[in-house]
């Protein structure tokens, strides 16, 4: 029994350096594993939208301007607005009317020469009539004064022209004030936004960014604003100017045409 347990130690002795370098080299390869595993990153943080944020994105074109119309303080803002609007109603209202009175100059006058062979003058005098437009009306002035001569037929299309001529202009000498106007008005908002901010240098003995960025920020707005009604406006007068020597050089050659069918109708009777 002795012989037994002093075997067993012996086997103990020589096998225990074994065992345990075993256990090292284990413990080491399971450390190299976790070393070598990859490394999960966290999760980028999800970007949150602020209150700001939201209203910068939601705001319009129109918020836009009201916000820049008060900056530009409505005292000074106030005028140049109304000379926008008072000049687009005289612009539209124009342009409608010229619009209206456009007319197929060609077309008419091959109506008043087939009134005129089949019916004589009070035929043409109801083509004329019934047509819109200053033309017709000329042509009628002419046709009323056929019995008079040819003479006082010219002379009653170009008295009457005159007459037709004056009420296309009607209204764009208000266009052209509002234009003038309004970057006046712009400039009287520069002028008191800088003496507002001379004022506040004055009174503070000392020349800061913040008391003078409010007399500036309105004088620029002011000075913006008349600039830009002005451009709109002259945009709608000038096309009013060029319909308007459109109409006139048809009133001319239709004229003239007229003239020319009436001597013929004259010559074959």
């Known amino acids: 029994m002795r012989k037994l347990i002093a075997l067993f130690m012996l086997f103990g002795i020589l096998f225990a350096p074994m065992i345990t370098k075993a256990q090292e080299e284990t413990e080491s390869e399971a450390e190299a594993t976790e070393e070598a595993a990859p490394v999960q990153a966290a999760p980028a943080?999800?970007?949150?939208?602020?209150?700001?944020?939201?209203?910068?994105?939601?705001?319009?074109?129109?918020?836009?301007?009201?916000?820049?119309?008060?900056?530009g303080d409505p005292t000074y803002m106030t005028p140049v607005l109304l000379c926008l609007i008072l000049g687009l109603a005289?612009?539209?209202?124009?342009?409608?009317?010229?619009?209206?009175?456009?007319?197929?100059t060609k077309k008419l006058l091959a109506k008043v020469e087939s009134a005129l062979e089949e019916g004589g003058i009070e035929a043409a005098k109801d083509v004329t009539k019934g047509t819109r437009g200053p033309v017709a009306s000329i042509f009628t002035q002419g046709l009323m004064r056929y019995s008079e001569g040819i003479e006082m037929v010219e002379k009653s299309i170009i008295a009457y022209g005159s007459v037709e001529m004056g009420r296309l202009e009607k209204g764009l000498v208000w266009i052209s004030l509002f234009i003038s106007l309004a970057p006046m008005l712009g400039f009287m908002g520069t002028v008191i936004g800088m003496i507002g901010a001379f004022d506040s240098i004055e009174a503070a003995g000392d020349i800061s960014p913040s008391l003078v960025a409010g007399g500036i920020k309105i004088a620029l707005l002011t000075t913006v604003a008349g600039l830009i009604v002005a451009i709109i406006l002259q945009l709608f007068y000038n096309y009013c100017v060029a319909k308007i020597d459109g109409i006139v050089n048809d009133m001319e050659d239709a004229s003239i045409s007229l003239v020319d069918i009436l001597v013929k109708h004259k010559l074959t009777r």
């Open 45 to 71: 943080p999800t970007p949150v939208m602020t209150d700001d944020d939201l209203v910068a994105e939601e705001q319009s074109f129109h918020q836009v301007i009201k916000d820049k119309f008060i900056e």
């Open 90 to 104: 005289v612009a539209l209202e124009r342009i409608v009317t010229l619009n209206l009175s456009t007319t197929n």
